[in-house]
């Protein structure tokens, strides 16, 4: 039998088997073939130290035998040598383990990124299944990486693997609760499986995620309504039609006759025109879509040979078919969204029209009117949020914009539908966002052409202006369009061309328009606003003062004056010269609450700069006026007017007039309470000037213990 020391250290070892054998039952290798090279390691290491023990006992070792007999000195040494090194040992193993798995998981993560990459770029190209194909390969590599699960849910809605791509999100949620885009998507694929409670509850999920994404989340909720309501259309047309209603029952009966083959132009265009005459009423159009109406673009073959041939290649019975089809869906998706979008997934249909509007047809009267009523098409189109976002995704806007505003050149009607939809055009950010770029060549030469030549006729130019107003929502094209001399000078001449014409009512609107348009223009800083300013200024000077005017005209004059004033002060003296003061006073006295709070900002600029202004405030009484507007309900209305009674206290005896008033009080109210801070600042300012103008005010601040209040609104000034 061995020593009482080495029965000890067998001791020690066996104790350790149990905690070897717990560490490797706990290994939770994220990757299978890592767990099995680590326990392969592992059983190594402990059938190397078990045949020791085998080795030891065979020389007559045995754990249950106590040795009674003095032990033997054992030689100098570190305590626990054994113990030491077997823990060492196997601490090796581990970290060896450890290292190994970090580096080829280092390895699988960085071809994983390149397969995503690769699959996002299919993915933009519209190759669905090689996408997927990709992230499928990423999957194989790491299987724990949130964007892949994300990423492939989205190509499988696209691929309408809708239950596949719910089982990914879940997946993504799981490896990170808070993944918005796992919300998205899951709320996406719950609707393409017409699951509407489903996808409402996915999507009010991303609240819970970031609450700023409301506008996000009431989008998507918009679009889960906007299928159920389709899906319950559906549901009815199909019951009417179950039910035999004859007018659908005929409609029916005229969509199969329409479609048989070999039959003469005229037979078409006939049946076309018969169909678009029925069509009386929702529950019409809903059949019509159902039963294939919209898809005779792709399937019926006389239309889509008409549709896709080149224009000048048809006859007069094939121009004739055109004009009854495109008749027929222009009543097809009037006031219907959901036909709308339908004829917007076909090609041939985009592919035609453009090929259509861009065609020269001179000498063919009948090709003039078919590209007329492609543009009335386009125009009913565009007004639907849906089915407006379609064509700036789905038509080349370079050419289409050429082609619409060449149409604003033509006939009236054709003029007007053709500016309208410009202007609805322009409601859609994806617009805005696609033209950025190249809107100095396509837009602006276009719209400044038809002011400039006279080629736009009067009627359509109040629209044209509205769609380059609504262009400078986008920040981007508003200062593009705010340092382009020629739009500056585009307006002008529309000032100086209708100037005299302010009793036309078609003349008024057009400058009410421009008005607009250089109100956008004039928000931000701009090198041509100050150079253009003075002879702004000089006509909308004289849109105030014109009574008989519309109130729309004179609102928005004075909010451009409003504009130009703080940034020029050439602009402050040309019109205080000429009285302007008196006129702003006159308006602020008013109950005209636009007149109002738009006057005593270009009053505010005037006394800023302009000491004869200060000096008409405070000669014509004015101050008791401004002081009452201090309780004015618009925060805006009461900061502007601190400010301006700021810069009138310059003027002796100031401080005096308002002794009399309870400015005082007034304004300590603002400063403590108010809702703005600029507006608190003003007001603040405003008490330390009065203070120092006139004893009086010192006292009812002290009276009043207003002190205390100005110390606090110290952090306010900036």
Known sequence: MGSAKEVKEVDKFLSKVDEIESIIKGLNAKDETDQQDASHRADNYLQKHQKKKQEKEERGFNRTVINTLPSVQAPPGPAGLADNIDQAGFMAVMERDAQERAERRQV????ADRLKLLGNTEFKNGNYEKALDYYNQAMEKIRDNQAIYTNRAQTKIKLGMYTEAITDCDWALRISSDCLKAHVHMGKAYLGLKNFIKARECFQQILTVDPKKSKMV???????????????????VKELFESGNKEITNLVELLDKINKPDQLPLYYSGGFRVISSIMTNENDKSIFRSQGGIDLINKHPTLHRCLTASPLSLNREELDVLDAAINMYIVACTDNDFNKEEIMKSTVFTDGVTQFLQAKVKGQSQGHIIKSLCIQLLHVLSTSKMSRSLIVTRFDLSRLLTSIFHQIKTNTLTAKISAALLNNLALDNKFKTAIRDTIDDQVLPSFESLVKDNSCQQCVLPTCLSFMTNLTADDVIRKKLSNRTHLWETCLQIFETHKTNLTDAICVEILSACVGLLCNLSKGDSSELVKFSQPICQHCLTYVQTEELNSTLRVYSLKLLSHILPKSPDAVNWLCDRDAPSLFM??????????????????????????????????QKGLGHLAKLLNHEDELVKGNTALCLCH?????????????????????????????????????ILLGKLAQSDQRHLERLRELHGIEILNDCMKFIK
Do not use: P, W
């Not at 699988?108 to 071809?111: D, M, P, R, T």
């Not at 636009?594 to 800023?608: N, V």
């Not at 308002?658 to 003003?682: F, Y």
């Open 108 to 111: 699988n993560q960085k071809e």
């Open 218 to 236: 009431e989008d998507y909720l918009a679009d889960v309504d906007h299928e159920e309501m389709k899906e319950q259309q559906t549901e009815k």
């Open 586 to 619: 006159k308006f602020i006295k008013g109950d005209d609450n636009d007149m109002i709070k738009t006057s005593i900002k270009c009053l505010t600029a005037c006394t800023q700069i302009n000491g004869k202004a200060q000096q008409y405030v405070v000669q």
């Open 648 to 684: 009138c206290l310059q003027v002796d005896k100031a401080g005096a007039a308002l002794a009399k008033t309870d400015i005082v009080k007034d304004l300590l109210v603002l400063a403590r309470d108010g809702n703005n801070s600029d507006v608190r600042q003003n007001c603040a």
